[in-house]
């Protein structure tokens, strides 16, 4: 693999007295052999050498892309990566502790993974897959571009296993945890080109995953235009501390991105090595282009239990997130215009009764005075989009709570083009407590009768109710369930037994969902009388 190592401030290349480690970054490319980085962890001998079937055709149609002018969304972009949003994530994976392909940890991780991408309503898949005697899945999201006409594919990706006994927070919880980044962030975003967010697994095993994920890419026909595959960033000795020739054109376009936007960055690259020992080898067999970034001091403490959170550098962690975040939105190329602002908080109760509706507030501004549509999480599900509604004017939206407990209450923004969307406004909360929603009225007669009505502010549905008796004697009973499609606001249903046959004096109790109500009768026969 070849790498490219990101230097502040020298543009070019540097000798080695030159560099500054707390800014440099690494990317690599293939060649024949072993690699200069260690080999993954567990892999066992032979290893694998880059030699592309002749059988194999480049499928990628496009490529040698040239950056464009500068974006103020790609800043806005970079301006939000930081080392609060890097450790959350770092520390949920980290928490599962080492990270062994087959291992429950494992499978915990890409269940988490899975869910966190599944969140930010991203399209999600586990790519189940078989490979060398281990059995395990990938993880992919994919956020569709917006031009009809393009069939691109962009990759960002790295590996969420670990070796036996390593907590695995830069090798590679930090490649890991900047594809979750990027999910987060890109996802608030249009691009015209589709982009697809993978961990891979079974990496420390000889590349296992994403042999079998690039296997399937290219039966498919993908077009994977770029691969950015990131593998330990995280590490550096201060704070500020692979392509193959097809993929010479991404080498130059990160220069590009970390030049134009180096103010914000701080990382030049620069070319630096070869080897193929991770998950962007199987891409470059099968004809993609991708690039491998790796942190430019290799990190003494990889596949070991001192592979922790502590030994890692978050500043330059940070750093190479940016750098790499901002290549590959300037790959997908973003589409329209800046996001509205974030909407303002909520504005409403923060107290509440279930089956209740309660209104709130909010509002935000877009740059370009377009309309904006309001997007609203209640906590316990996420709403369409609604709208709509001039840039400035206050907005309102109903909603109500079928289960107590607390919820935080969340608004995000995008511009009436579709192409933007806002960050998600700080949360109210609010606490709901239980409340009855029906009464129950039992009445006798010709077997046993009851008036269900509906005493909350909405329509329930998917009513089921059930009669019952004890004590007395009880012959015959029929038709003593059922269910109620729905009963509007301030409305009643009728339910009754259809069959009822029996003697002495039963405990009558009608249940409606969780509504129970008992009343002491008389039964002759069929004959029911309600006597308390």
Request: charged residues 25%; aromatic residues 10%; glycine residues 10%.
């Given at each position: 693999m070849l790498a490219i190592i990101v230097i502040l401030p020298v543009s070019?290349?540097?000798?080695?007295?030159e560099i500054n480690y707390e800014d440099t970054l690494a990317i690599f490319q293939p060649y024949d052999g072993i690699g200069s980085l260690p080999i993954p962890g567990d892999m066992k001998f032979p290893y694998p050498v880059h030699t592309i079937s002749e059988n194999i055709?480049?499928?990628?149609?496009?490529?040698?892309?040239e950056s464009t002018e500068k974006s103020n969304i790609i800043i806005d972009i970079i301006q939000q990566v930081d080392e609060s949003l890097i450790l959350d994530y770092l520390e949920d994976l980290v928490a599962f502790g080492p990270r062994v392909t087959e291992s429950s940890a494992c499978e915990q991780a890409a269940d988490w993974i899975y869910n966190e991408f599944q969140s930010l309503?991203?399209?999600?898949?586990?790519?189940?897959?078989?490979?060398?005697?281990?059995?395990?899945?990938?993880?992919?999201?994919?956020?569709?571009?917006?031009?009809?006409?393009?069939?691109?594919?962009?990759?960002?990706?790295?590996?969420?296993?670990?070796?036996?006994?390593?907590?695995?927070?830069?090798?590679d919880g930090s490649g890991t945890v900047a594809t979750l980044a990027a999910a987060y962030l890109l996802s608030q975003y249009s691009f015209d080109h589709t982009i697809r967010f993978v961990t891979f697994s079974g990496?420390?095993?000889?590349?296992?995953?994403?042999?079998?994920?690039?296997?399937?890419?290219?039966?498919?026909?993908?077009?994977?235009?770029?691969?950015?595959?990131?593998?330990?960033?995280?590490?550096a000795i201060t704070?500020?501390?692979?392509?193959?020739?097809?993929?010479?054109?991404?080498?130059?376009?990160?220069?590009?991105?970390?030049?134009?936007?180096?103010?914000?960055?701080?990382?030049?690259?620069i070319p630096s090595g070869w080897t193929w020992g991770s998950d962007h080898y199987y891409f470059w067999e099968y004809g993609y282009d991708a690039l491998f970034y790796h942190e430019y001091e290799f990190n003494a403490y990889y596949h070991s239990p001192q592979d922790t959170i502590e030994n890692m550098n978050l500043t330059y962690d940070v750093k190479c997130s940016k750098l790499i975040l901002a290549t590959l939105a300037s790959l997908t190329q973003p589409s329209g215009s800046n996001p509205p602002e974030t909407p303002t908080q909520p504005i409403g109760p923060i107290e509440g009764l279930t089956y209740s509706e309660y209104t709130f507030f909010t509002s935000t501004t877009d740059p370009e005075s377009d309309q904006i549509y309001y997007k609203w999480d209640w906590g316990n599900e996420i709403g369409n989009w609604e709208g709509p509604y001039n840039?400035?004017?206050?907005?309102?939206?109903t909603h109500y709570w079928n289960e107590e407990g607390t919820y935080e209450i969340k608004v995000k923004a995008k511009d009436a083009n579709g192409s933007s969307e806002s960050n998600w406004s700080e949360p109210l909360v609010i606490t709901i407590a239980s409340r009855?929603?029906?009464t129950i009225n039992i009445h006798g007669g010709l077997g046993v009768k009851a008036t269900i009505e509906n005493i909350v502010d909405v329509d329930l549905t998917d009513i089921h109710w059930n009669i019952s008796f004890e004590n007395g004697f009880i012959l015959l009973v029929q038709g003593d369930s059922g269910t109620i499609d729905s009963i509007p606001v301030d409305e009643t249903a009728e339910i009754q037994t259809e069959r009822l046959f029996g003697l002495g004096f039963p405990h009558i109790t009608v249940s409606v969902n969780s509504v129970e109500k008992t009343v002491r009768g008389f039964l002759l026969g069929p004959l029911v009388i309600i006597i308390g």
């Open positions: 070019g290349f540097a000798t080695e007295s055709e480049k499928i990628s149609k496009h490529h040698a892309k309503g991203l399209e999600v898949r586990y790519q189940s897959w078989s490979n060398g005697g281990y059995q395990s899945e990938n993880i992919e999201a994919t956020l569709p571009g917006v031009d009809q006409e393009s069939d691109e594919i962009y990759i960002i990706c790295g590996h969420y296993d670990s070796v036996p006994g390593s907590p695995g927070a830069d090798d990496e420390e095993q000889g590349l296992l995953g994403s042999e079998k994920y690039v296997e399937e890419a290219y039966a498919n026909g993908d077009n994977i235009v770029a691969t950015l595959n990131v593998d330990m960033i995280g590490y704070e500020n501390q692979g392509h193959n020739d097809d993929s010479n054109w991404l080498v130059d376009f990160t220069d590009d991105i970390a030049d134009q936007y180096s103010e914000y960055i701080n990382l030049n690259v840039s400035g004017e206050t907005v309102e939206a009855p929603i029906f």
